[in-house]
């Protein structure tokens, strides 16, 4: 009689094995498509022998544990890439925006506005008393100031644009802590009592990977399960079961938005903008506050020496009406914010014929003044006296193209080796339908044979039981 209701026990225990086999196979192929999910398997133990007299039956297998196929240092190594990744698209992205400003070939752009200007001097030098000519100087000069301008805007719009991305993945970030802190809560729950947190655990490293790609961290995970997420160098986003928040505030020192890290709700803010260096955040701070603020030096650069040298020039020289010249260009004050505030001098607007053209008081036909402003094109005064307008511009342009091709082609080449890694973690963890299908028709079949164990020991019971019929 104890051997039969061993049978059934091991006919039981293996109908439950099946059952839960079968449904860990259906939970892998209902999560096929959900991002960051590892397969799952059930691990079957041998049950513990039973001893009868000089025998050790064996007493079936039971349901060990359900774990997932996951492998922790290719999740790290992912995360690391991840953050690799998101910093190189930021930077391409914002890159090809300010490549957009300086496109010369698509546009009339700056070089062509400051040609047209020394080329409506040299028109002047031809017909120094021309009023025309005297007029399409002032146009000239009005077009090139306001091409300043537009160059200096477009370039503080990619600024402004990248403030609003950087306040955008602040909230992101923070609403991931949050969730990282909450589930750290949840996996010390489950995993106190020996059971591993399996969907928690995958949700977890997911969250791990799309907060490296916005900034970059680095995280450690405790004895209790718990995980500690630090931005930056002193950030710590996330200490066991608590979270803590960034702030993107703008600053009047420099009017643009900064990242603040606040420890506790009354807490003083701490400005770690200089620690962000990795992901989303740290290519739009890496363009943002270095590669368009040295472009906008540089073309305040250029409107500021155009000013100063045309202006030199021009108040040599005398104009329609015999006076002295004046300043062509209202003179900014210095070269930072040059090119924004550069303007034509009113008077001259007014009246074109206050415009300098001879060297010489009421001498009609001089063109002195008129030459030495045009040939200004051709002289070096940028950079030290070592390139003309033309050419210190053009290798403006030449650079942010050559920076920008390195950028796209640096974002392609990360594209490819995070790709490589998540095929190989896929290959490991992904979930395989033929696989699965594989898998479910042999725990079908052991299901329909424990259930034939359970159904032979039943009748092996009904034929003991009728022995005392006969």
Known sequence: MSKISG???VGKRSLMNSQTALQTVGHNIANKSTEGYSRQRVELMTNEPANEGNLRIGMGARAGVIT??????????????????????????????????YNEQTNKGLNQYMNGFFNAFRELSNNPESLASRTMVR??????????????????????????????????????????????????????????????????????????????????????????????????????????????????????????????????????????????MGGALE???????EFLGSIDKVAFTMAKEVNKAHIEGFDRYGKQGILFFDMPQDAKGAAETLVVNRTIFNDVGRIAAGAEPNAPGDNAVANVIASLQNRQVMDGNSSTFDDYYNTQVGQIGTVTQRAVKSQESQKNVLSQLQNIRES?????????????IEFQKAYDASARIIRTADEMFDTVLNLKRL
Not at 220 to 231: F, L, N, P, Q, R
Not at 287 to 293: C, K, L, M, N, T
Request: negative net charge; aromatic residues 4%; glycine residues 8%.
């Open 7 to 9: 049978m059934m026990d």
């Open 68 to 101: 997932r196929v996951n492998n922790p240092w290719l999740e790290k190594q992912i995360q690391r890439e991840s953050t690799n990744m998101g910093f190189a698209d930021s930077r391409a992205d914002a890159l090809s925006r300010v490549e957009q400003v």
């Open 428 to 440: 490991i963890s992904g979930v395989s339908l033929d696989e699965e299908t594989t898998k479910m």
């Open 139 to 280: 146009e000239a000069g009005e077009s090139m100031t306001k091409e300043f301008g537009r160059v200096v805007t477009q370039l503080k719009d990619v600024q402004q644009d990248l403030d609003g991305q950087m306040m955008t993945l602040t909230e992101e970030i923070n609403q991931m802590t949050k969730e990282v802190a909450q589930l750290n809560e949840k996996i010390q729950v489950v995993e106190v009592q020996g059971i591993p947190a399996n969907d928690e655990r995958d949700r977890r490293d997911l969250l791990l990977k799309k907060l490296g790609d916005k900034i970059d961290i680095s995280w450690a995970e405790g004895s209790d399960g718990h995980i500690s997420v630090t931005a930056g160098r002193t950030a710590i986003l996330v200490s066991g079961t608590t979270a803590n928040s960034l702030k993107a505030a703008r600053t009047d020192e420099r009017d643009r938005v900064e990242i603040f890290f606040q420890s506790t709700a009354n807490g003083t803010p701490v400005n770690i903008t200089n620690q962000i260096r990795g992901g989303r």
């Open 287 to 293: 363009v943002r506050d270095g590669v368009v603020e």
